[in-house]
């Protein structure tokens, strides 16, 4: 006549669920992405991203040291060229001067291996057509090109004292060839975070105003399908044997079942990326008065690493840090 099973008996106390929960987040998992800009002198808000700033160098390094101070486990930095410094091969991504490279060796000089500082590894941000790589001339993402420009801009990337890197253009073969690029070049200690299971999303539109995107069309013949599970698989497995140190499933919360199968067969760390969407979306409805805001930030990054992520990519990073 009574249940004789009351799973209700450990939820009774903050205490009780305390003891009892499977999935813990920590500072250590979340790693803030930041955005440099050129030719800014005071740092910028990204209107769709309220909270998250196009940064100049001296906001950037502050920011950073907040981050650090916070607990976070690392820095994910994006570069932000100026609009004049674009064209069609990228070359802003590779120059030891452009932008993300004078960040990186900002951060690097202020915070050495405090903290473990991590880069961007793709030309969209300074292309003038705003794609991932670099065009034929009919307009197609020419994947071999493109891979020539990746090592050099990793190696340049490397040489500014970046830990580990982030190709996340999704060409074929990406990560055998910056590993190469890497080794030849004396960096065999430099790791990659490689973005294997990236899906074409429509939830990255605020990422775009955040860079100053250029891109006209799409990214589908590059980036996954969402309609496709056992590829995001076989990506994985890819990367793991052109020698990905650990790799990522990008979005994170549409994605939570991909990131499961990921977690399954990775034998390195999965991180996962909670995208610029993803922030616009919990940061618009709370600003409606239509969720809480704080619980539903941690609700958000509890199930991403319920669902696998032993690192979280989140834009809420130094705040989050902070609660923890
Ligand atoms: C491409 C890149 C993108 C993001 C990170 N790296 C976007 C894209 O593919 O257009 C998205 C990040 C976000 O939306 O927060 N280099």
Redesign the pocket.
Same mark, same amino acid.
């Given at each position: 006549m009574f249940p004789v099973d009351r799973p209700r008996r450990l939820r009774r106390t903050p205490a009780l669920r305390r003891l009892v929960a499977e999935t813990s987040l920590q500072a250590r998992h979340l790693v803030l992405?930041m955005f440099v800009a050129d030719g800014i002198t005071e740092q910028r808000e990204i209107s769709s991203m309220p909270g998250v700033f196009q940064h100049t160098l001296d906001s950037l390094s502050k920011a950073a040291e907040e981050a650090v101070a916070a607990g976070v486990g690392g820095l994910m930095l994006?570069g932000v060229p100026r609009p004049e410094d674009k064209d069609a091969t990228g070359t802003g991504a590779s120059d030891p001067d452009g932008i993300l490279n004078r960040g990186l060796r900002a951060l690097k000089a202020d915070l050495g291996d405090a903290t473990v500082i991590m880069a961007?590894t793709?030309?969209?941000?300074f292309t003038d057509h705003g794609h991932?790589g670099v065009l034929t001339p009919e307009g197609v993402v020419d994947n071999d090109a493109t891979l020539a420009r990746y090592v050099d801009m990793a190696v340049a990337q490397a040489d500014a004292g970046a830990h580990l890197l982030g190709p996340?253009?999704m060409m074929d073969g990406q990560v055998a060839a910056i590993r190469d690029g890497l080794d030849a070049a004396g960096h065999t200690e430099v790791g990659q975070l490689a !973005?294997s299971a990236?899906y074409?999303?429509a939830?990255?539109?605020?990422?775009?105003e955040?860079?100053g995107?250029s891109?006209q069309g799409d990214?589908r013949t590059y980036?996954q399908d969402a309609a496709n599970r056992r590829e995001a698989a076989h990506e994985v497995e890819l990367d793991l044997a052109e020698g990905a140190d650990m790799v990522m499933v990008?979005?994170a919360m549409s994605y939570l079942d991909i990131l499961r199968d990921v977690a399954n067969i990775s034998p390195v760390p999965v991180a996962a990326?909670q995208?610029?969407?993803?922030?616009a979306m919990i940061t618009a409805a709370a600003q409606n008065g239509w969720i809480d805001r704080d619980a539903a930030v941690l609700e958000s990054l509890t199930s991403i690493r319920r669902a696998g992520a032993d690192v979280v990519l989140t !834009?809420w990073a130094t705040e989050a840090a902070g609660w923890l």
């Open positions: 992405p994006f961007d793709c030309l969209d941000e991932c996340s253009g !973005y990236k074409a999303s939830f990255y539109g605020p990422f775009r955040a860079v995107s891109l990214r980036q990008k979005p990326y995208i610029s969407g993803e922030y !834009y």
